[in-house]
């Protein structure tokens, strides 16, 4: 199993940056891919970036250019794998909360953060 932790999120004005971080803790080298995805309100759960263990990345195009999914960071002391969504040039848009997701093992079950909401200001 894994756990997620997000962090990161908070108030920006458009144009600003925010780096969000997501620890993922348990059985980490078992996980396949994680991301991010975002909802806003009123509206359906979308993806804005996965990477995958091997360093495959995927991003909606709305955040093309703008966003950049770290690596899987792996910190054997405190046994956890980190990812980082680093958010530039954000727009009203953006506003979101953002969750963290891991895929895990064979099965590929989903784990789901607990969610950091993100509000760009215009």
């Known amino acids: 199993q894994v756990q997620l932790v997000e962090s990161g999120g908070g108030l920006v004005q458009a144009g600003g940056s925010l780096r969000l971080s997501c620890a993922a803790s348990?059985?980490?080298?078992?996980?396949?891919?994680m991301g991010w995805y975002r909802q806003a309100p009123g509206k359906q759960r979308e993806l804005v970036a996965t990477?995958?263990?091997?360093?495959?990345?995927?991003?909606?195009?709305?955040v093309k250019g703008r966003f950049t999914i770290s690596p899987f960071t792996i910190s054997i002391g405190n046994a956890k794998n980190t990812v980082y969504l680093q958010m530039n040039s954000l727009k009203p848009e953006d506003t979101a909360v953002y969750s963290c997701?891991?895929?895990?093992?064979?099965?590929?079950?989903?784990?789901w953060g607990q969610g950091t909401q993100v509000t760009v200001s215009s």
């Open positions: 997701n891991a895929v895990w093992g064979y099965s590929e079950r989903e784990y």
């Open positions: 990477i995958t263990s091997g360093g495959r990345t995927n991003y909606a195009d709305s």
């Open positions: 348990g059985s980490i080298f078992s996980i396949n891919a």
